[in-house]
């Protein structure tokens, strides 16, 4: 066993294979045997660096997601032994865990109510127990603000921090199962006849799902993030969460201290201090406008943009009065891919491999979201040459524009 206790490279590689094969579908239990040793002594660093081998090798996300569920099943006794975190508090990593505390806390108690409407005779009670039910249901999605702050500043900080950060793909795949196991709950619960097999399907799927991320969280993920990530960046996370907003908690109030960076703009590098630009002027072939107003113009339209560059890097984004889809600053930079859950991944190739290749200049989707009608519009940016230099997302909510008739010409 010394042999992978002090080896970190011939361990990885005996958990690599051991997983590999279990997704491949080899039998668990000769697996087990042959890697044992490395299986006794894995840490957090070692499955967050194999799952990100894993994604690397293209492996289909629903057959990765089943064979890590098996593997960390076999891991789960040494992985629970390793030392419990501790933070200050409102530190960035110790508000993510006292959110899952009130998440635990709120699972909790839809434990009885999902075992109450398989045991309720009468009719009036069970309607009673299933309106509750749902309620509780629809108050988790307030769990959103906690992944949707992992998704767009956390991950974007981890990824410029560690290099092998590709695990974080698989999270971000099991947000969106908790994201529609949700609503298909809260839609099948809402309905006059109950699917009760359908109902605690879908139960059973939710507690796993999210009991799933706050084990992957505080017994991989975050150990392995607290060492990588400096602690004035966590700041800076803290800063940039507030927009956000938290989940189940009261906002915390944050304390800057001496290292926490300056609000400038860091790009490649470059830090450019946006107070002593907002007076420059910018020579448009239509007219000259400061930094400043042209900010303002950008934020006041009725749109959401988003800009990414020939390299698929993020560059910009507007920040509208009532923004439909989450941005911060921490993607300034981040790859477009990145920047989307890996089932979505392949649709953004596509459509900029079409950009680039001239097929298309243009795109359009539209959604349904929060009962709203959303317009989302991409178009390839190219220069006076025809040469590609990026592409824009533009988002619009069309809802009260769909209604509009007739004329208006006065005030």
């Known amino acids: 066993m010394s042999e ?11 958990i690599f294979d051991f997983c590999f094969k279990l997704i491949n579908g080899e039998k668990g239990t000769e697996l087990i045997k042959k890697h ?16 990100h081998r894993l994604v690397e090798a293209n492996l289909p996300m629903s057959d990765m997601k089943i064979g890590i569920n098996k593997a960390l099943n076999v891991f789960y006794k040494p992985i629970l032994n390793q030392p419990k975190l501790k933070f200050s508090q409102n530190h960035f990593l110790e508000i993510m865990m006292r959110e899952n505390r009130e998440l635990e806390t709120r699972l909790n108690e839809i434990k009885p109510l999902a075992k ?16 509750i039910l749902r309620h509780k249901i629809e108050e988790l999605a307030e769990i959103e603000k906690h992944y949707s702050r992992k998704e767009n500043v956390f991950f974007p900080y981890f990824e410029n921090q560690y290099p092998e950060f590709k695990c974080l793909g698989v999270m971000w795949s099991i947000h969106d199962d908790i994201r529609k196991v949700r609503k298909d709950l809260v839609e099948v619960l809402s309905n006059n006849s109950l ?69 400038a703009f860091t790009f490649e590098g470059e830090q450019l201090d946006t107070l002593q630009l907002n007076d420059t002027l910018l020579n448009f072939d239509t007219g000259l406008i400061t930094l400043q107003q042209a900010m303002m113009l950008l934020n006041h339209l009725p749109v959401d943009i988003t800009m990414i560059d020939e390299n ?6 507007s ?9 911060s600053k921490a993607i300034i930079g981040r790859t477009v891919q990145n920047c989307h859950p890996p089932e979505s991944v392949n649709v953004v190739e596509d459509l900029l491999k079409a950009f680039k290749s001239g097929e298309k200049d243009s795109e359009p989707f ?22 590609y230099k990026g592409c824009i997302e533009v988002s619009q909510d069309l809802t009260d524009i769909k209604t509009l008739e007739g004329e208006k010409r006065l005030m």
């Open 319 to 327: 920040n509208p009065k009532d923004r439909f889809f989450t941005r």
């Open 195 to 263: 699917d009760l097999q359908r109902i605690n399907k879908l139960m059973g799927d939710l507690f796993f799902f999210m009991n799933t991320v706050i084990f992957r969280e505080e017994y991989l993920l975050f150990p392995v993030a607290v060492n990588a990530v400096s602690e004035e960046l966590w700041e800076e996370m803290n800063y940039q969460s507030e927009e956000i907003g938290f989940s189940f908690i009261e906002p915390p109030v944050f304390t800057k201290t001496k290292n926490t960076p300056k609000k």
């Open 312 to 317: 698929d890097r993020v560059r910009f984004f």
């Open 366 to 387: 539209w959604i349904q979201m929060k009962g709203r009608f959303i317009l989302i519009q991409y178009f390839a940016l190219r220069d006076e040459n025809g040469v």
């Open 36 to 51: 044992q040793e490395a299986i006794d002594c894995v840490t957090a660093n070692d499955i967050v660096v194999v799952v």
């Open 4 to 14: 992978f206790i002090n080896n970190n490279k011939a361990r990885i590689e005996s």
């Open 116 to 131: 109450q409407i398989n045991q309720q005779a009468d009719e009036k009670d069970l309607l009673k127990t299933v309106s």
